[in-house]
């Protein structure tokens, strides 16, 4: 169960960067995977002294909610490590992470909920998520 949500935001270079945590009540922490095999080491999440709390109107629909599946982008078949993996949360909830955006373009670097009708969606001929559950 999720029970806190961080994010690390940077603006610099004309890029912005925005990455979020998710920490568990056994104890375990995960950032967006970029790829089904991605390897998960806590240590790297202590590197950001400058975490901060995920907008409230996405907390409260992240916080104590347990992880369904992981939904992997295929553009044309190939795995798309440039768009974000969609974690389903109970509750037909599903949230992306835009990680990347030109400066001046908030909050195109964030975290985005979805409903299932959305989710659905956003498979089209050149693109679909595919569950982690059937890789």
Not at 46 to 60: C, H, M, Q, S, T
Request: glycine share 4%; net charge negative; proline share 4%.
């Amino acid at each position: 169960m999720v029970v806190r949500c961080h994010s690390y935001f940077d603006s610099k270079k004309h890029l912005q960067c925005f990455y979020s945590y998710w920490y568990f009540s056994n104890g375990t922490a995960i950032s967006f995977p970029r790829s089904p095999d991605q390897e998960y080491k806590e240590e790297l999440l202590v590197e950001f002294k400058d975490l901060k709390r995920i907008r409230k109107e996405f907390e409260n629909k992240i916080i104590g909610k347990n992880i369904i599946d992981f939904h992997f982008p295929f553009f044309e078949g190939e795995l798309d490590e440039e768009q974000s993996v969609i974690i389903e949360l109970e509750g037909d909830i599903y949230v992306s992470e835009n990680s990347f955006a030109p400066e001046g373009l908030y909050p195109f670097a964030n975290i985005f909920i979805h409903n299932k009708i959305k989710f659905e969606s956003m498979n089209d001929e050149d693109t679909q998520y595919k569950s982690i559950k059937n890789l």
